[in-house]
């Protein structure tokens, strides 16, 4: 049986283009909405765009990992460095997180957009795999130069993130980030509540921030 058109889209072979990309961001945003106790968000050789207008975190630690990933056209196994940020306890303040995803027909993006009504997203137990950060930042009581080998940090509970245990971090008591703009490889929660989560998918290449020229 061949594939419904309309409007000169073959809609089967469209799900199956867009499926694998977007599902996990799609179920992570419904998930979360109807209050998951655990939230865990990657795309498999994909980054993609969060921004938001402040995050106030406390207990903030920093480190170098790699993130694992698989290149998109070939499928082999690919490992990106990544700067992991953790936070016991985190109120994110008017969040946006988009992916952008390439199909025979063009670009479609997945957005999510929450903490827009003067009630932040916030989040416990939270990591971050960070390729790129521009953001306005103030730290309290900040320890940089210690040893993530030292016993007193709290390492990511994430097997597919490898870090070495002689790495250099940085610790913080508080971290409040303002003007955030990330690309990212991996979001990961003990829990993530997401209050008037928006789930759209758009036509076209339309992310959380455009990149500076």
């Known amino acids: 049986m061949s594939s419904q058109v309309r409007g000169g889209t073959r809609w089967k072979r469209f799900a199956l283009v867009m499926v694998p990309s977007i599902a996990a961001t799609a179920a992570v945003g419904v998930g979360l909405a109807q209050g998951a106790l655990a939230a865990s968000f990657s795309v498999s050789g994909q980054d993609f765009k969060v921004s938001a207008d402040k995050?106030?975190?406390?207990?903030?630690?920093?480190?170098?990992?790699?993130?694992?990933?698989?290149?998109?056209?070939?499928?082999?196994?690919?490992?990106?460095?990544?700067?992991?940020?953790?936070?016991?306890?985190?109120?994110?303040?008017?969040?946006?997180?988009?992916?952008?995803?390439?199909?025979?027909?063009?670009?479609?993006?997945?957005?999510?957009?929450?903490?827009?009504?003067?009630?932040?997203?916030?989040?416990?137990?939270?990591?971050?795999?960070?390729?790129?950060?521009?953001?306005?930042?103030?730290?309290?009581?900040?320890?940089?130069?210690?040893?993530?080998?030292?016993?007193?940090?709290?390492?990511?509970?994430?097997?597919?993130?490898?870090?070495?245990?002689?790495?250099?971090?940085?610790?913080?008591?508080?971290?409040?980030?303002?003007?955030v703009r990330q690309k990212a490889w991996a979001t990961t929660a003990g829990t993530f509540k997401l209050p008037d989560l928006k789930l759209r998918l758009l036509g076209g290449d339309q992310p959380c921030y455009q990149d500076e020229k």
């Not at 929450?114 to 939270?126: E, L, M, Q, R, S």
């Not at 790129?132 to 900040?142: G, R, V």
Request: proline residues 6%; contains cysteine.
């Open 55 to 179: 995050l106030d975190g406390d207990n903030l630690i920093q480190y170098g990992g790699v993130a694992e990933g698989h290149d998109l056209k070939t499928g082999e196994a690919k490992h990106h460095p990544v700067t992991i940020s953790g936070f016991s306890h985190a109120e994110i303040t008017n969040m946006c997180q988009s992916l952008v995803t390439p199909t025979p027909f063009g670009n479609v993006t997945l957005q999510l957009r929450t903490g827009h009504k003067g009630k932040p997203a916030v989040a416990d137990n939270i990591y971050l795999d960070v390729a790129e950060l521009d953001t306005d930042a103030e730290f309290k009581n900040i320890d940089i130069g210690v040893a993530v080998g030292d016993k007193s940090h709290v390492m990511k509970p994430q097997p597919g993130t490898v870090s070495s245990p002689y790495a250099f971090s940085q610790r913080a008591e508080k971290a409040v980030l303002t003007n």
